[in-house]
């Protein structure tokens, strides 16, 4: 799987949108991104995936760059409660396997 | 649903005991995991079932076994357990479509476990 760069950590105002980007420059055709977010003390939870094109759904929105080499995950509206560690993951649809990196902790502030 | 769910939430041990940690999901998953989390890390699989009667090796595996007990409940199993394995247990599960294509991971809550 390819490897992703993340920010180690980054604070966003409570209510204005937080855009959190990722790195993955040898992400190969086949490869998917995925983003999964850990809230203090809990299991990791899965927000949304993309393969080119961008995808939005209720939690979040995902934009990749056309040459796929990066990606930005937008809250649109952070609350306290999107305070969390954010993992982002380039793996091939369909494989098991999640390799989860350090991540980016972001801290919202009100 | 409940989704998955995970005894004990805490546990302590001493070195060399034993211990087996339960998880079962209510989403008609066929795909379940294991994983670790060490401070200041991210997870990492320790065993994983594809489907109710395989298992098979993680990335870090050495010292578990685990159980698919049918296709509902994934236990982990600590034979002779060591401080190293002082860390949190989360259990996992997803769906496998046919083709073998696996869907996002739901996890559960976590197992908190002290080995002294």
């Known amino acids: 799987d390819a490897k992703t760069t993340q920010p180690t950590s980054m604070d966003c105002a409570e209510g204005r949108a937080a855009n959190l980007p990722c790195n993955h420059s040898t992400i190969s055709g086949n490869e998917y991104v995925y983003w999964y977010r850990q809230i203090h003390s809990q299991g990791p939870q899965y927000i949304i995936h993309?393969?080119?094109n961008n995808e939005t759904n209720e939690m979040a929105s995902l934009i990749i760059t056309e040459d796929r080499k990066s990606s930005t995950l937008i809250l649109p509206h952070a609350t306290l409660r999107d305070t969390a560690v954010y993992y982002c993951?380039?793996?091939?649809?369909?494989?098991?396997?999640?390799?989860f990196g350090a991540g980016t902790t972001v801290t919202v502030r009100a | 649903n409940a989704g998955v769910t995970q005894t004990p939430k805490f546990q302590v041990l001493k070195t060399g005991q034993s211990m087996t940690l339960q998880c079962a999901q209510d989403?008609?998953?066929?795909?379940m995991y294991w994983y670790r989390q060490d401070p200041g890390m991210g997870l990492r699989l320790i065993y994983y079932?594809?489907?109710?009667?395989?298992?098979d090796k993680g990335e870090v595996p050495n010292g578990y076994n685990v159980s698919r007990l049918n296709k509902r409940e994934f236990s982990l199993r600590l034979e002779s357990a060591a401080p190293s394995q002082t860390s949190v247990y989360f259990c996992?599960?997803?769906?496998?479509?046919?083709?073998?294509?696996?869907?996002?991971?739901?996890f559960g809550p976590g197992t908190r476990l002290t080995v002294l």
């Open positions: 993951i380039v793996r091939v649809e369909g494989d098991y396997k999640l390799s």
């Open positions: 996992a599960s997803s769906k496998r479509l046919a083709g073998g294509v696996y869907n996002e991971q739901f």
């Open positions: 989403m008609n998953h066929n795909s």
């Open positions: 079932s594809a489907s109710e009667g395989t298992t």
């Open positions: 993309g393969l080119k």
